[in-house]
């Protein structure tokens, strides 16, 4: 089961895009890679997946190169609210999601 | 629409003893997983079981056991409770239709469970 790496904290301002990189070098031909975002004491939230090369919904955009041993989770113009931990995962056929142990953003004012 | 629902939130055990975690899907979802977070770590994959089959299992020991319920709910038991047992237990339930795109888990709130 592919692992993955993500830089263990980030910070930026309000109204700045955020770029988080996770590495997954074992990443198998059939993994995927989903992001999920944590807030304190509370359950993670799904943000977006993809397979390959970019893919982009109303909250992120995540960038899969065709190697597909990295991916990164770009968010426009964070606000306050989007501090929060962002977890990388790749997962295979048997859906046993392998969590990383997240990128604490913060944002600043 | 009814989210994820897990009960207790909280719980206070002592070691030795042992504890019984629940947790409701969403209404159509078939698949129901569980994760142990651990405080400042990611969650780590417990189980997940499908139509009351369990389908993947992580590296836990067997004082860990769960089930899943015809109505698709879920029970986690956990044995013979140690300190290090202390973590926010967390429900996921997802469509699991085969897709990818039926793969996102939607999180409960969690069971605050502590070893004392």
């Known amino acids: 089961l592919a692992k993955t790496t993500q830089p263990i904290s980030m910070d930026s301002y309000e109204g700045q895009e955020v770029n988080i990189t996770c590495s997954h070098n074992n990443i198998a031909t059939n993994d995927y890679i989903t992001w999920y975002q944590q807030f304190p004491s509370q359950g993670p939230r799904f943000i977006i997946q993809?397979?390959?090369?970019?893919v982009t919904n109303e909250v992120a955009s995540l960038f899969i190169p065709a190697d597909r041993k990295s991916s990164t989770l770009s968010l426009p113009r964070v606000s306050l609210s989007d501090t929060a931990v962002y977890y990388c995962l790749v997962g295979d056929r048997n859906y046993q999601l392998i969590w990383g142990a997240g990128t604490k953003l913060i944002i600043k004012p | 629409d009814a989210g994820v629902t897990q009960s207790p939130t909280h719980l206070i055990k002592t070691r030795g003893q042992q504890v019984t975690l629940r947790c409701s899907p969403i209404s159509g979802h078939k698949s129901v997983s569980w994760y142990q977070q651990v405080l400042g770590q990611g969650p780590q994959f417990i189980f997940q079981?499908?139509?009351?089959?369990?389908?993947g299992r992580g590296n836990f020991p067997d004082r860990f056991s769960a089930r899943q319920f015809p109505n698709y709910s879920s029970e986690l038991n956990v044995n013979a409770l140690l300190l290090g047992d202390s973590a926010l237990y967390l429900c996921?339930?997802?469509?699991?239709?085969?897709?990818?795109?039926?793969?996102?888990?939607?999180f409960g709130p969690g069971t605050r469970l502590t070893v004392l």
């Open positions: 993809g397979y390959k090369t970019k």
């Open positions: 079981y499908y139509e009351k089959e369990e389908r």
């Open positions: 996921a339930s997802s469509l699991d239709l085969g897709s990818v795109e039926d793969n996102e888990q939607f």
